[in-house]
């Protein structure tokens, strides 16, 4: 597990997750592996943008089925207004089909919530 806190500094993450269960499991994962940061979390498409407005996070999570919107169309969203923005899929659902087009969607990479473990270093090496 990364111990990068101080080399990263102190890191801005907006979760895009309808489940606060989902949202503590990902924030324990970065936390417990040594990295500092904070969590914002969006549950709808107008609560990405208002997020992405109020202040600019270092790196997007993001689920991929969401009631009302795609992880797809919060990638979308996010790339409009900052496209050289960080973004990782986090998803139970994220067949290799899916893994796929998110990457040529522009993601940076993919993580399967219950394989949580290779978050913090995909995170680290995501903002680096």
């Known amino acids: 597990m990364p111990r990068n806190g101080p080399v990263l500094g102190h890191l801005r993450i907006l979760l895009v997750e309808d489940s606060p269960g989902d949202a503590e499991l990902l924030s324990g994962q970065i936390?417990?592996?040594?990295?500092?940061?904070?969590?914002?979390?969006?549950?709808?498409a107008a609560a990405l943008r208002q997020a992405l407005a109020r202040e600019t996070p270092d790196i997007v999570l993001s689920d991929l089925s969401l009631p009302g919107f795609s992880g797809l169309d919060a990638l979308r969203i996010v790339r409009d207004s900052h496209p050289d923005m960080p973004f990782i899929f986090v998803s139970g659902t994220l067949g290799e089909d899916a893994a796929v087009a998110a990457l040529r969607?522009?993601?940076?990479?993919?993580?399967?919530?219950?394989q949580p473990a290779r978050l913090p270093s995909a995170v680290a090496r995501a903002v680096r």
């Open 31 to 44: 936390l417990g592996a040594g990295l500092d940061a904070s969590f914002e979390r969006a549950e709808s």
């Open 105 to 114: 969607e522009g993601a940076n990479d993919y993580i399967i919530k219950h």
